[in-house]
Antibody, heavy 127, light 111 residues
Framework: QVQLVESGGGVVQPGGSLRLSCAAS????????MHWVRQAPGKGLEWVAF????????YYADSVKGRFTISRDNSKNTLYLQMNSLRAEDTAVFYC????????????????????WGQGTLVTVSS | QSALTQPASVSGSPGQSITISCTGT?????????VSWYQQHPGKAPKLMIY???NRPSGVSNRFSGSKSGNTASLTISGLQAEDEADYYC???????????FGGGTMLTVL
């Protein structure tokens, strides 16, 4: 069965960095795009980033563009999120989610939905 | 402020039907059939309930259905059950500078 296990969360000071990982199993990781979605305490879901199945296209929310970098290692079945210049408002549970239904051409992707989610990892940005 | 607009809360009695709306623009909900809905119980990860406007994944009850008209998508839950009490989020692909937008979420209370 599909499993997504996030790790790397913790407490970090404002301006600091953190790298999240998402270990995937139960499906052919290299065939699917992947997302990061976050949820601040008591708030709604916020999409963060998407990476194409082969890493060829990456998309970011305006709120994290230039600070966060999504990447993947298909040989290790692992998704990453490098987070730099962290702010208090980045405090959230971060979920990785498997994408399905996205249509990807040579230079862009569109569509898709999140068919499986991990249990999340908490990132707290505080001094 | 979320890109997609949902009511903050809805409620219904067991056995009744409720509908949750999700309003966007022609750049997202109205322009593509990439609307999906997610159920989230407290402390749990979201669960896919509807994809591509009206398709139900295997294992999801047929009491859940989705539709779309113009820039507004809707999730209908018929025959409400206590276990349906949860937060519900809509999501859509967007042709804007990002890729995906979520609604602010709707808390469903089963009275």
């Amino acid at each position: 069965q599909v499993q997504l296990v996030e790790s790397g969360g913790g407490v970090v000071q404002p301006g600091g960095s953190l790298r999240l990982s998402c270990a995937a199993s139960g499906f052919t990781f290299s065939s699917y795009g992947m997302h990061w979605v976050r949820q601040a305490p008591g708030k709604g879901l916020e999409w963060v980033a998407f990476i194409r199945y082969d890493g060829g296209n990456k998309y970011y929310a305006d709120s994290v563009k230039g600070r966060f970098t999504i990447s993947r290692d298909n040989s290790k079945n692992t998704l990453y999120l490098q987070m730099n210049s962290l702010r208090a408002e980045d405090t959230a549970v971060f979920y990785c989610a498997k994408s399905r239904g996205a249509e990807c051409g040579s230079d862009s992707c569109k569509g898709g939905y999140f068919d499986y989610w991990g249990q999340g990892t908490l990132v707290t940005v505080s001094s | 402020q979320s890109a997609l607009t949902q009511p903050a809360s809805v409620s219904g009695s067991p056995g009744q039907s409720i509908t949750i709306s999700c309003t966007g623009t022609s750049s997202d909900v109205g322009g593509y059939n990439y609307v999906s809905w997610y159920q989230q119980h407290p402390g749990k990860a979201p669960k896919l309930m509807i994809y591509d406007v009206s398709n139900r994944p295997s294992g999801v009850s047929n009491r859940f259905s989705g539709s779309k008209s113009g820039n507004t998508a809707s999730l209908t839950i018929s025959g409400l059950q206590a276990e349906d009490e949860a937060d519900y989020y809509c999501s859509s692909y967007t042709s804007s500078s990002t890729y995906v937008v979520f609604g602010g979420g709707t808390m469903l209370t089963v009275l």
